[in-house]
């Protein structure tokens, strides 16, 4: 007798597994069988996590600090949180206020199942990061995705964003700079959101990851700067996979009103317990510690921004927002579409041009229907000067063959 098929949840059906994580396997699995794959797919800093980090982890379990810690996270490490957002940002919260997670992905998890619910709508500004709708869907509530435009950098406008919002709206995710566009937002649209959710009660997710990898000197406005009385409807994602090049730690935090982060810490006690005790001790570490090497990081990513950005825009019918921080190019390819490749497939999107890329070019990127606009190919320039050349040299190359 066969074994019986066992029924999944409903749950799992509505979402995919990342498709970032996804197209990194393959491009892992082409290179395993001795492809030269060159991978521009990767979402983290091609950089060591500082030695002084790596040494605290090392010291915690050598110390035995190796037991659950409380569900929100160490006391020390909150409000090392607390002190860089009153340093950094000026911002003033209390260790209350603040939930330490395995990894920033996870407390928007946390968020999500401690907010949302069925009936909920959440705004999601498109090109997104991945992770954004079905985070809101496995809440069960609905991601509503407000299209951005290129031609305006990827801001935000305010009559576009009037448009998808209903009285169901409960939220509105913002990514600035942004994955995978680097885009940043407006003070005006920044100005323009604040009042809306004010006005209608929204909660606003602003998922500040890449806040330390910023290019030109000016302070990127916050909505949190716009109006003071927002504290009490933010929430602030951070963490240290990117500032700190910690990706494989798993320490993300959230800041927010004290009974939102009461909730968070309720369903984090019923799934998790906490984040890795050993992981704490490092990002403890990288907080309280000497906050160079973000600097030096986002330094040594500028001349391959510079690289990157002439090279593509050297290509006949490619379009490029030039990024204002974090470490993606995301550009327009859809001049592309409607043609053939040499072995007489028909490229129409993004997923089919990924695909030609990484078999024909062997590079591996992630196609911009991932993000919501499939007009688009993202690029990581988180990878050596050397790799950038092969790689925009085989990318000419593909794009001029196609017929
Ligand atoms: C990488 C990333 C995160 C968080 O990553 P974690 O490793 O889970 O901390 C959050 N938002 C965006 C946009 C990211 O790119």
């Not at 794959?37 to 950089?47: A, M, T």
């Not at 079905?134 to 509530?141: D, N, R």
């Not at 019918?317 to 859809?334: D, E, H, I, K, Q």
């Amino acid at each position: 007798m066969d074994a019986p098929i066992i029924a999944l949840a409903a749950r799992v059906k509505e979402i995919k597994a990342s498709p970032t994580l996804a197209v990194d396997a393959k491009a892992k699995a082409l290179k395993a069988e001795g492809a030269d794959v060159l991978n521009f797919s990767v979402g983290e800093p091609d950089f060591d996590t500082p030695p002084h980090v790596c040494e605290a982890g090392k010291a915690a379990i050598d110390q035995g600090f190796t037991r659950y810690t409380p569900v929100p996270g160490i006391l020390p490490l909150r409000e090392a949180v607390c002190e860089r957002l009153a340093t950094d940002h000026g911002w003033q919260y209390r260790p209350d206020q603040i939930q330490v997670s395995c990894g920033g992905k996870h407390g928007l998890y946390n968020m999500a199942q401690a907010l949302f619910g069925p009936g909920d709508e959440v705004l999601v500004p498109a090109p997104y990061w991945v992770s954004y709708p079905p985070i809101v869907q496995l809440a069960g509530a609905t991601p509503v995705i407000v299209p951005l435009d290129e031609k305006s950098d990827f801001d935000l406008d305010p009559a576009v964003l009037q448009q998808y919002a209903g009285p169901k709206t409960r939220g509105i995710i913002l990514n600035s700079p942004s994955n995978p566009t680097g885009s940043v937002l407006s003070a005006g649209a920044l100005e323009a959101i604040a009042q809306m959710a004010l006005a209608q009660g929204w909660v606003v997710i602003s998922d500040d990851i890449y806040d330390t990898i910023v290019y030109g000197a000016a302070k990127l406005p916050h909505i949190l700067d716009v109006d003071p009385r927002l504290q009490q409807q933010t929430l602030i994602l951070n963490g240290v996979s990117k500032s700190f090049a910690m990706t494989g730690w798993r320490i993300g935090y959230t800041a927010g009103p004290k009974h939102i982060i009461a909730a968070m810490n309720k369903i984090q006690s019923q799934s998790t317990s906490n984040p890795s005790s050993v992981a704490q001790k490092a990002a403890l570490a990288a907080l309280t510690g000497s906050q160079d090497f973000p600097i030096t990081m986002r330094d040594a990513f500028v001349p391959r921004l510079d690289f990157m950005i002439k090279a593509l825009t050297a290509i006949p019918g490619v379009t490029c927002v030039r990024p204002r921080g974090a470490f993606y190019v995301f550009p327009n390819l859809s001049a592309y579409y409607g043609r053939e490749t040499p072995g007489g497939k028909e490229i129409n999107d993004s997923v089919a041009l990924a695909d030609y890329l990484l078999e024909e070019a062997l590079l591996a990127t992630v196609p911009g229907v991932a993000f919501g606009a499939d007009q688009f190919i993202r690029f990581s320039f988180a990878t050596s000067m050397a790799i950038l050349a092969e790689g925009m040299r085989r990318l000419a190359q593909a794009l001029a063959v196609l017929k």
